[in-house]
């Protein structure tokens, strides 16, 4: 069983400052990339940001220069910080592990957090 369980969302201004951490705990071999998405209310899901094992990095270009994607490769946790919030960030955050492989002759799936709700007021 693997479990990835958020933290760091809540309430912040406009300008305002979050830090978003997500650890996967359980029977781990190894996990190929680990993002952050974000689903809005009434919008599809969308990819926010997304780190390899190797550290390469992508993020969409709405959060690019504002928003900062890390990962500790030990603890199977990734952390996305967002500074410089807009009220378009608002939605709900979820955290997904890619290729996570239980032991070394798994193929990999995907699993995904709960979600932890971001909400910027203006």
């Known amino acids: 069983q693997v479990h990835l369980v958020e933290s760091g969302g809540g309430l912040v201004q406009a300008g305002g400052s979050l830090r978003l951490s997500c650890a996967a705990s359980g029977s781990i071999f190894s996990i190929n990339t680990m993002g952050w998405y974000r689903q809005a209310p009434g919008k599809q899901r969308e990819l926010v940001a997304i780190?390899?094992?190797?550290?390469?990095?992508n993020y969409a270009d709405s959060v690019k220069g504002r928003f900062t994607i890390s990962r500790d490769n030990a603890k199977n946790t990734v952390y996305l910080q967002m500074n410089s919030l807009k009220p378009e960030d608002t939605a709900v955050y979820y955290c997904n592990a890619g290729g996570l492989r239980s032991t070394q002759w798994d193929s990999g799936r995907d699993y995904w957090g709960q979600g932890t709700q971001v909400t910027v007021s203006s």
């Open positions: 780190i390899t094992s190797g550290g390469r990095t």
